[in-house]
Each structure stands twice: as C-alpha cells, then as structure tokens.
C-alpha cells in the first residue's frame, strides 16, 4: 500500500501545514503529496490506491468533489466548510453523500461537519482534531519566561503589555502566500516545528488560532483563547472545542486581571479526545491490499479527465482572479467614497461660511462619485455574471 499526505500548497496560513505536520507521524511513509484543493485530480506514478488520512478542511474548489479514484481515503478530523464557492455551498454534499458512506463512518472535527452529515443521513461521529494528537518537540527550556501572542487584537497585545514585567514575544499564522510556496514541504514542516518550539516553551499563550490553541493543549502549554462570537470562523470550528479550551470574549479578557491570567491551567478533557484519535488511527492508516484491478487505467484518467479538467480549473482560476480584481476595484472605490464623504462632513463642520460656501460642491462631488460607483458595479456584475453563465454551459457540455 502506498501512502499520501495531504498538503495545502497555496496556503495562507500555517495552520494548515501544521493540521499536515500532525497527520505526518501516522504515517509509515509518504508516497505522494496530495494536493487538498484538487484531489480530484490526483494521480499516481502507477495503477494503485493510495491511503490517505483525510484530516483538515475540504475544500475551498468545492466543484473538485468528488476525489480521485485511486485515493482510498480514511476520514478523520474532517471539516466540511460551509463557506460558498462559485454559488456552491452544501448541495455538494448530496452527490458526494454515496462516496462518503462507503468509506464511512466519518470522524468529524466539529458539530458543524457532523451536524451536516447527520442532514444526508451519513454515518459519523465526532472525532476531534488531529492537532490534538502533536508530541513534544525536544528543545532546550527558554532561559527567560515569556508570553506568547498570536493573531489577537492590538487592544489585547498592548493590555498584556502595559500590566506585565514579563517579555512579550508576536506570532502570527497568516503567511505570504508566494514565498512559502517556494519551500519544499521538509522546510515547511521545519517551520512549523520552530513554531511549535515557540509555543512549547511559553509561560502562557493567548491566541485567536484554533490551531494554536490546540497544539499548545497537546503540548502542555497554558494557552488562552480568545474569541469572536460573531464569526462563522467561531460557530463552525471553534464551538466544539470550548469545553475543553479556557476562553474569554475580548471586551471580558480586557477586564480580566493578569495576575489571574497567568494563574491559568490548561484543562484535561482533551486527553480523552487526543487518545481516542491516536489509537483509532493507528489501528486504521494500514487497510488489507483492495482489487486494484478496477481503477481506471493511468494514462487514460489523466487524457479522459485530468487534463480536461485543468483547463476548466484554469478557466476558473482566471475568473475567480478577475472577479477579486474587480471587488478590489470596487472596495478602493468605496474608499474613496469615504475619503470625500469625510471632506463633505469635515467642510460641514468647520464654520456656517465654509458650509453655505462648500456645500452644494461637496455635496454634487460626492453624489456624483456615489453616482458613478453604482453604475460600475452593475456593470462589472453584468459583465461578470454573463461569463460566468457561459463557463458553466461550456462546463456542463464537456461533462456530458
């Protein structure tokens, strides 16, 4: 049996290599890097399966449902993103639905996913997140005690700041997208492992990461969340783990003394989750050899599908590239709205002179400008919305 590992090649955020960098010990070997956004796609050097641990997010490229037929997938620490692609939200789910109940029941990372899956009457169970399940790296003890503050508001970072004598060390995980795509994968993991060091070592870490928080728990470090109930980052992901996380809303964490906080203690009801994820694994990353007879023959999926494919993908990517350039246009747009909309109010505030000189001026600049800003829109929708309908009949005709 070969062996593949998911990977996110053009992440943004570390997070995700560190969800690979997890899944990467279960595995006795890595075959092949599995491209998450296009799995649909994968193929490998010869006609066989490939395991593969399905922990992490799928998927942004919702229309690259379902994956390819030489994966023979294990899902656990799955999450289901209802975020839209293209229009697409969750109607997916409902084609994919016999794919996932042959390879079921699915270990879900949160309520969201095992709430979704229930829906379609697909076996599930929530399973936890394999960033529970990190070891500690060996590394030297810091020879100074430190707080660590990761992605947390500038309000947070400075309260920390001012009320203690402690140093104070900033990490994110947003990443530049180009540049981590330059390293091998052995690099990455490097820096996730530095990372983790950073965390190991901290006297108390307060994030707004999922995947630094949890981490920090598997890794014995005192970690404080710290959350945004009005995101659907918060409800989809991170709802299922407060139980076991210490949190606090940021308006509740800027009253809390810091005394009280460096008095914190992890709590202990991730083990549960952490052991059940370990030995559910490992008794399931090795499967007994399937007739491989059935797949598709190698040259013949890439010249029938995966090169068809690509140009769709790459007719896709151009359209979602053009549609962020317009919003782009458009947002810098409504800056500039703004811009002048402050001048309007700034000139109305000066003095009754400077009001019944400037008003009707400002007044026509601004609505002119508002004027124009609306017809822009309706016609990058038009124009968009009409190239959009005509991929997906182009689309539609190859698949057919």
């Avoid at 998450?36 to 066989?48: A, C, G, L, S």
């Avoid at 050899?289 to 690509?310: A, C, G």
Wanted: aromatic fraction near 12%; charged fraction near 30%; glycine fraction near 2%.
């Amino acid at each position: 049996m070969k062996y593949g590992l998911i990977v996110f090649r053009e992440t943004e955020n570390i997070g995700d290599d560190i969800q690979s960098y997890a899944a990467l010990k279960f595995l006795p070997k890595v075959d092949y890097y599995v491209e998450r956004e296009h799995m649909d796609t994968f193929v490998p050097n010869n006609k066989e399966y490939v395991r593969v641990l399905m922990s992490g997010w799928f998927l942004h490229n919702k229309y690259n449902f379902d994956f390819s037929p030489y994966i023979y997938p294990f899902f656990i620490s799955t999450h289901l993103s209802s975020y839209k692609t293209y229009g697409i939200e969750n109607e997916h789910i409902k084609l994919f639905a016999p794919y996932l109940r042959k390879y079921g029941p699915i270990g879900c990372r949160d309520t969201h996913t095992h709430e979704l899956l229930d829906k379609y009457k697909i076996d599930n169970y929530i399973s936890g997140c394999i960033t529970l399940t990190i070891d500690k790296l060996k590394t030297p003890k810091s020879k100074s005690k430190y707080i660590c503050c990761v992605d947390v508001s500038n309000e947070v970072e400075e309260y920390i700041k001012q009320n203690i004598e402690l140093k104070v060390i900033t990490k994110t995980h947003r990443l530049d997208k180009k540049e981590n795509m330059k390293l091998t994968y052995e690099e990455r993991f490097e820096n996730v492992r530095n990372l983790l060091k950073v965390y190991q070592n901290a006297t108390l870490v307060v994030t707004s990461r999922l995947h630094c928080a949890l981490p920090c728990l598997a890794l014995g470090t005192p970690v404080i969340l710290v959350t945004d109930d009005n995101s659907i980052y918060y409800k989809d992901r991170i709802n299922s783990y407060l139980y076991c996380l210490s949190y606090y809303g940021e308006k509740d964490f800027l009253k809390t003394p810091i005394a009280d906080l460096l008095k914190h203690k992890n709590k202990n009801s991730y083990l549960e989750i952490r052991n059940s994820l370990i030995k559910r694994i490992k008794d399931n990353i090795n499967v007994p050899n399937s007739d491989e007879e059935t797949l598709p023959d190698v040259k013949t999926f890439n010249n029938i599908y995966v090169k068809r494919k690509e140009k769709i993908n790459k007719l896709l990517d151009t359209l979602s590239n053009n549609y962020k350039e317009t919003f782009d246009e458009n947002y810098n747009l409504k800056c500039e709205v703004d811009y002048w909309k402050e001048n309007y109010n700034n000139a109305l505030s000066d003095s009754k002179k400077a009001v019944s000189i400037n008003d009707n001026y400002w007044r026509k600049e601004y609505n002119d400008l508002l004027k124009n800003k609306e017809e822009a829109v309706k016609a990058n929708d038009d124009y968009w919305r009409k190239e959009y309908n005509d991929l997906l009949e182009k689309y539609n005709n190859l698949l057919q």
